[in-house]
């Protein structure tokens, strides 16, 4: 309510007393804002604790899995030539591998006609099949027709309607000083995947109008065909065909891309791909030191700044902290290495996490190993493999039901009873003012009464004076 007296009649600066009267009832609003930017500065710091945890369990959850440990690569001592791929799991290998022919599709070329000709009407026929044998023979997917009108069209408008017609082929117009030539290739490599093209033409004159692009040996209309070929190699001295550069389904896991022919053997080896396998490890060290700095900086005392941190003596903060280091040192029975000092992973003073490259290169060398300290399966979940137990303890504070998700939910809940607690205290100072206006205004308008009054009886005695004088 606004304040409209300023005690005329009275003299007393109404205005003043009642603002002051006022933010004396609004006092407690400062203790309640901030107790209020305490209580949001803790939610948002347990967002953060909450988020880094589940991160550190998704990363317990990759080293659990039973590929995280099985990272192999490959090289090739010449890979212009010869490169290779390896799939997670695939056994440490070596070989040498020569190629004397690298796999490629069958293309054709007709004779070249003057730019934009109609070709003439009739129809073409596409089939795609093996010409190994020295003649066509038809594969098994059904041929394509397409229909070529009359005096409309040119070589670009029939390449169009191949390439539209999805018949295993490509077509494209070549143009050059002596015309222009339908050039067309099997979109697969090797001698099994070629075509032949068949054409009805209605003029029914061999070589002329539409017959001159008859892909059928190229001895009637002088289109000139290259067929396609497979990959010739041998791996340690044996010979393999492929009907594809990339070779694969002889190798389970390996994959091998043949660029070039080789005037020499090319030696491919498949190894543990230990740099993968540190990053991995690496990831999950960064994340906890992460969240063990968060805590140390939030729980501590920094004593050259005097500050404490926003979540000092917090029993849920602490005990997170030292459930979490607790838990780092914790102990998997049954394998080579069992805890993560074994590998070269060490808690130093102040929780912080290190890695000894050395020490986890040489525990890398025996990648099963690892992996059994972190996904070994143990009916006494303390036993279980560290990736599996830290899944479990990122769950038991960040989850659902978490001891964090628990303490973020009654710090809103403790947010909303102050923003309850602030609005009462507005509406006591609302109410308040209403009263004092109230009660200053009637003194006010009381004061002003008793000012006439006087001012009546001292004129009445002067009057009185003068007459009796």
Known sequence: MPITSTGMASGVPIETIVSQLVALERAPLAGLQTQATKIQSKISLFGTLTSMMNSLGELGTKLADPNAFKAVKGSSSLAAAVGVTAATGTAPT???????????????????????????AGSLKITLGDWSSGSFVAGDKAAVDIEIAEGEDTLTAIAAKINAADAGVTATVLRDATGERLLMRSKETGEAMGFEMQVTDSDGVANTGLSRLAVQGGVASGVQITHGANALATINGIAIESASNTYKDGLPGITLQFSQTTTAPVEISITNDKEAMTKTIQSFVDAYNALNDMLSSTTGYNSETKVAGSLQGDSTAVGLQNALRGMMRSFTPGGEFTTLADIGIDIKSGGKMTVDSTKLGKALDNPQAVQNLFNADHVDPTAQGFGEKLKTFAEGFAGASGTLTSRSESLREAAKRNTKEQEKVNERAVRAESRYLKQYNAMDAMVGQLNSLNAFVTQQIAQWNKSTG
């Open 94 to 120: 070596a070989m040498s591998v020569e190629v004397s022919q690298l796999a490629r599709a069958q293309s054709t070329a007709t004779l070249a006609v003057p730019k934009d000709t109609a070709m003439g």
